[in-house]
Structures are given as C-alpha cells and as structure tokens.
T-cell receptor, first 118, second 109 residues
Framework: GAVVSQHPSWVICKSGTSVKIECRSL??????MFWYRQFPKQSLMLMAT?????????EQGVEKDKFLINHASLTLSTLTVTSAHPEDSSFYIC??????????????FGPGTRLTVT | GQNIDQPTEMTATEGAIVQINCTYQ??????LFWYQQHAGEAPTFLSY??LDGLEEKGRFSSFLSRSKGYSYLLLKELQMKDSASYLC??????????WGAGTKLIIKP
C-alpha cells in the first residue's frame, strides 16, 4: 500500500526558533499533499494544500509567512514553522494523494510530528 | 457553511455492537470517509462511501444516505483495541476533506 513518512516524529524547540518538518511519499508520486494540525482532543484542521511546483493554498486564518510550505518534488513536501511560539505546539500531520491513481478519494496519512515549543 | 456532526464520546462493552452516526452539510459531495485514530497517532483509513447503501468490511460496516446527509459506522464484536477516536470526513466539490470533530469510543471489558 501507499506509504507516507514524516520526519521528525517529534521535536522540541525553543521559542523563536524555526522547525522544518518533512513529508515524503515513499512508493508513489503525490502532486498534492495536505498539512494538518491537531490540538489535543480536537479534530484535524487543514492548514494548507501543497501542490508540486506551485505555491501552497492556505486555509483562512493560517499565516503563510509563519508556516512556510515547499513542495519541490513529487515525493517531498516540507512545512517550516518559523519563529515558533508555545501556542504552535501541536501534532502536525501530512497526507498525500496518489497523482497516478484515477480515484480522487483517498489520502494517505503520515505518522505525524509532535512539536513542543518551550 | 459546511458542517459535520458526530457524537463526542460513546461507551460500549467488549464483544458488543456500536453504531457511530455522522450527519453532514457540505458544498458538494464526492464521498464520505471514516478514519480511526488512536491517541498520538495519525488517522488510518477505514471506509469510503460514495453511493447509498451499506459497505461491509469484516467487523466494520459503513452506511450512507446522501438524501439525508447521514452516515454511520457499525463496529461488531468489539475488541479492546477498538478504543480510539473515529473521524467522519466528507469530500466536497473541490475534493477537499471536511472533517468532523471525531467520536471517542471507549470499550469496557
């Protein structure tokens, strides 16, 4: 089956620093990847849709200058949390859609990255 | 606006059957998904319904009624490992997933 990896799986950083999270589709090409954030006991919140070779589309209320997304290849998208603050501490999950599949439906999720900002 | 409603929490007994309901109002419809999410982990795909009716997959079944904007996930022969959150999500006309808040299912021995 389709596998998506994320790195790192968890990270602790100091307030004011930047953190980069990688999302890779290991055995398929993903034209589109999605970045979600999930706070404790809450559902997934879509942050942005990342399209290979073009700018990401951010959801309302998500600061694009704070959450930098780069989707430079068909298998890699990165999310950089710039000048992180404690309120950015969350579980960040990426998902990818197989661009070669005729089905529009399934998104394959990475294992998530737990970010703690101290 | 777009809205997905599902109960916040449910409790059931090991070996029993539980039904988790989901109602939705979205701009367009390209299918409804159920995902399972254990604490601290990413969601895993359970089912996809795009046509009305019941889809059965082992102990899990999912039902859809598009006219009623309604779906349910049925879990049979409950096991302790089924304790998790169950997320209902609808794919809208832009093929974007709209997520419900999730139902936390607690299984008691």
């Amino acid at each position: 089956g389709a596998v998506v990896s994320q790195h790192p799986s968890w990270v602790i950083c100091k307030s004011g620093t930047s953190v980069k999270i990688e999302c890779r589709s290991l055995d398929f090409q993903a034209t589109t990847m999605f970045w979600y954030r999930q706070f404790p006991k809450q559902s997934l919140m879509l942050m942005a849709t990342s399209n290979e070779g073009s700018k990401a589309t951010y959801e309302q209320g998500v600061e694009k200058d704070k959450f930098l997304i780069n989707h430079a290849s068909l298998t890699l998208s990165t999310l950089t949390v710039t000048s992180a603050h404690p309120e950015d501490s969350s579980f960040y999950i990426c998902s990818a859609r197989d661009s070669t599949s005729g089905d529009h439906y399934e998104q394959y999720f990475g294992p998530g990255t737990r970010l703690t900002v101290t | 606006g777009q809205n997905i409603d599902q109960p916040t929490e449910m409790t059931a007994t090991e070996g029993a059957i539980v039904q988790i309901n989901c109602t939705y109002q979205t701009s367009g419809f390209n299918g409804l998904f159920w995902y399972q999410q254990h604490a601290g982990e990413a969601p895993t795909f359970l089912s996809y319904n795009v046509l009305d009716g019941l889809e059965e997959k082992g102990r899990f079944s999912s039902f859809l009624s598009r006219s009623k904007g309604y779906s349910y996930l049925l879990l049979k022969e409950l096991q302790m490992k089924d304790s998790a959150s169950y997320l209902c999500a609808v794919m809208d006309s832009n093929y974007q997933l709209i997520w419900g808040a999730g139902t936390k299912l607690i299984i008691k021995p």
